[in-house]
């Protein structure tokens, strides 16, 4: 069934179609409409959940926490600095193994206030463990929703799926709901490997020692070290795990098939633009615009950040001169985030590795590219108008046009556009 419909009704129905039990929330914009959705769907019978209203953020997290330690599937969903004062519980539910999904509504952080959209509040979490999705369109929500489901439970760490605040929470686009009968097939009841039951009393995270000991059974356990190296394994195996949920999302629905990175017209492409969300769907205008000029440009979106797809992203930029990162976030102090990741995973990859396997199958030398050079766009809900960034992308393709390191940027610093000073 295809619909037109807003971004926050688009997760709403992706929660009531995963079968979610227990849902926490508190109110903030751009987010609010989603989880009053959800309240009229429990209301009007629509969806056999539990929706417990909480008086903050943490609460509503900590709620999502214990329900999901009996068993339940949980959902909450927040934007800014509600994620932000869930900090804590965002650590814990990591820590635990717990397989809630939280959609958080991107939008800028105060202070200043300001309720219009960025990515700085996910960024700003981007360590605590949980795996990060992006979506960028209504039926990547949608569908989105149901694939964090079943990557949260399939490696017991929570999933944050992340959309534009305004941008995509609140336009309206067509979109196609999935058929019930094959969300069933692709979605199986949740069966955690242990749950808490009144009948059968138990602590769990309770102070861990530093080093290995035996538990009350007599048995070893692993110390807090052990703990946080698995946690770390299993989100390096969440990239592979992501991949095989997104493959039988698309043998069920007929649609997907990019879990790490989503490219456009890489193919061939000289220079690449990299970013997450709505905004790698307008850099498709913009690169048009620019291969009508005869510039050989692609685009290539991060849809699952962390675990970071380092691999996946060095083999789709290993042929190129030159990339640009946009992004609508910084690590302050430095550049932003994700250019800085981008630029290990070439190291690490293209540098350190010698290259990846010779020449592309067009000829092209695989290698080190050119140059990384950041942009910063967006911060705060400003305009990102599609003529600035085709200016910014052909001024840097022809600053750099020589190519090799004559041809990188000589400002390391990311370059701010639309910025008004």
């Known amino acids: 069934m295809h619909i037109i419909e807003n971004g926050n009704v688009a997760a709403a129905l992706g929660v009531k179609l995963a079968g979610a039990q227990v849902i926490a ?15 009229e769907f429990i209301e009007a019978g629509e969806m056999r959940a539990q929706y417990i209203p909480v008086e903050s953020e943490h609460s509503a997290l900590a709620a999502c926490i214990a329900a999901s330690s009996t068993g339940a599937r949980a959902f909450t969903a927040t934007s800014a600095n509600g994620l932000l004062y869930m900090h804590e519980q965002i650590h814990w539910a990591a820590g635990a193994r717990l397989p809630i999904v939280m959609c958080v509504v991107n939008r800028a952080v105060g202070a200043p206030w300001c309720i219009w959209n960025d990515h700085q509040d996910s960024i700003s979490q981007r360590d605590t463990g949980w795996i990060q999705m992006y979506a960028c369109d209504h039926q990547q929500i949608i569908d989105g929703v149901l694939k964090a489901f079943a990557l949260a439970e399939a490696t017991s760490i929570p999933v944050m799926l992340c959309y534009d605040g305004y941008l995509l929470s609140h336009t309206y686009m067509p979109f196609e709901v999935p058929d019930e009968g094959k969300v069933g097939r692709f979605l199986k009841p949740f069966k955690p490997p242990y749950a808490l039951d009144p009948a059968n009393p138990a602590n769990l995270n309770t102070v861990t020692l530093p080093d290995v000991r035996m538990d009350v059974l007599g048995e070893m356990a692993h110390g807090y070290m052990e703990i946080r190296y698995l946690l770390q394994e299993d989100l390096r195996a969440a990239l592979s795990v992501g991949q095989e949920i997104e493959d039988e999302f698309a043998s069920i629905f007929g649609r997907g098939g990019n879990a790490l990175v989503e490219p456009y017209r890489c193919d061939d492409a000289d220079y690449v633009v990299v970013g997450m969300g709505s905004l790698t769907y307008q850099l498709r205008d913009v690169v048009e615009a620019l291969r009508d000029e005869g510039h050989k440009i692609g685009v290539l979106g991060i849809r699952l950040y962390r675990p970071f797809p380092d691999q996946a992203v060095a083999e789709a930029l290993g042929a ?32 350190k590795g010698g290259g990846n396997g010779g020449p592309a199958e067009d000829g092209r030398d695989r290698g080190q590219p050119a140059f990384v050079k950041g942009l910063v766009a967006g911060i705060g809900g400003r305009d990102i108008r599609t003529l600035d ?33």
């Open 25 to 39: 929330a508190y109110p903030i914009t751009p987010q609010t409409p989603l989880t009053e959705k959800l309240a």
């Open 320 to 351: 190129v001169r030159g990339v640009f990162v946009i992004e609508k976030a910084l690590s302050y102090g430095y550049e932003g985030a994700l250019c800085s990741d981008l630029k290990a995973a070439l190291y690490e990859h293209l540098v």
């Open 389 to 421: 960034l085709t200016d910014a992308l052909r001024a840097g393709m022809a600053a750099t046009a020589g190519g090799g390191a004559k041809g990188a940027p000589a400002e390391e610093r990311p370059d701010w556009i639309g910025i008004k000073l």
